[in-house]
């Protein structure tokens, strides 16, 4: 089993242009998740889905999109990167209210 | 709103020692806690999965309490290993919103 699988594990953007975090699991997980890592400051949430077709915001939503293609599928999407955006990303997902698996983190700079 | 808290943020331990690490929340209101391990440059691994009826959690020498009307957990690690150093995170699963809210991690250095 692959578990969560992110895509890319790394990326260099430049201030303004756009890009898209992949994220697939195969547990056949109903809930998945997309946090941001910053040194000092934990994991934050940025969004989260409950199920395919629900997407709601999590703490730091501002500068982000994210689509809920299918069961399998949550990709994170920025749409005019900025420095502030230079952080490690985690896909997670999980059964309702069960074990969270994570991914193993997409790391992002932004110049 | 939920929040959840660790310390201490830094701890240092001669190898051997039981030690306890320490996690809090302002909300009883949850499904369940778990404790992950992050070694550096990683992803997250699950160590402990506390369901809110459950009052503890084994897995060798990890064994990790909820008392959910104080809103506290605690790991406790016991014969610490250098092997054991890398950085222990609490989340709880929030059930207002079912979103999993994490701490900001205990940074622990188990010294040889």
């Known amino acids: 089993n692959a578990g969560v699988t992110q895509t890319p594990k790394f990326q260099v953007l430049k201030t303004g242009q756009s890009m898209t975090l992949q994220c697939a699991q195969d547990?056949?997980?109903?809930?998945m998740y997309w946090y941001r890592q910053d040194p000092g400051m934990g994991l934050r949430l940025i969004y989260y889905s409950a199920s395919e077709g629900t997407t709601d915001k999590g703490e730091v939503p501002n500068g982000y999109n994210v689509s809920r293609l299918n069961k399998r599928e949550f990709s994170l999407r920025l749409e005019s990167a900025a420095p502030s955006q230079t952080s490690v990303y985690f896909c997670?997902?999980?059964?309702?209210?069960?074990?969270?698996?994570f991914g193993e983190g997409s790391r992002l700079t932004v110049l | 709103k939920q929040e959840v808290t660790q310390i201490p943020a830094a701890l240092s331990v001669p190898e051997g020692e039981n030690l306890v690490l320490n996690c809090s929340f302002t909300?009883?209101?949850?499904?369940?806690l778990q404790w992950f391990r992050q070694d550096p440059g990683k992803g997250l691994t699950s160590l402990l999965l506390?369901?809110?009826?459950?009052r503890e959690q084994t897995s060798g020498r990890l064994n990790a309490s909820l008392d959910k009307s104080s809103g506290r957990s605690t790991l406790y690690i016991a014969a610490s290993q250098p092997g054991d150093s890398a950085t222990y995170l609490c989340?709880?699963?929030?059930?207002?919103?079912?979103?999993?809210?994490f701490g900001t991690g205990t940074r622990l250095k188990v010294l040889a």
């Open positions: 909300d009883s209101a949850i499904y369940n």
């Open positions: 547990m056949n997980h109903n809930s």
């Open positions: 997670a997902s999980c059964v309702f209210t069960g074990e969270l698996f």
């Open positions: 506390i369901q809110s009826s459950q």
């Open positions: 989340a709880v699963l929030d059930s207002g919103t079912y979103k999993y809210i």
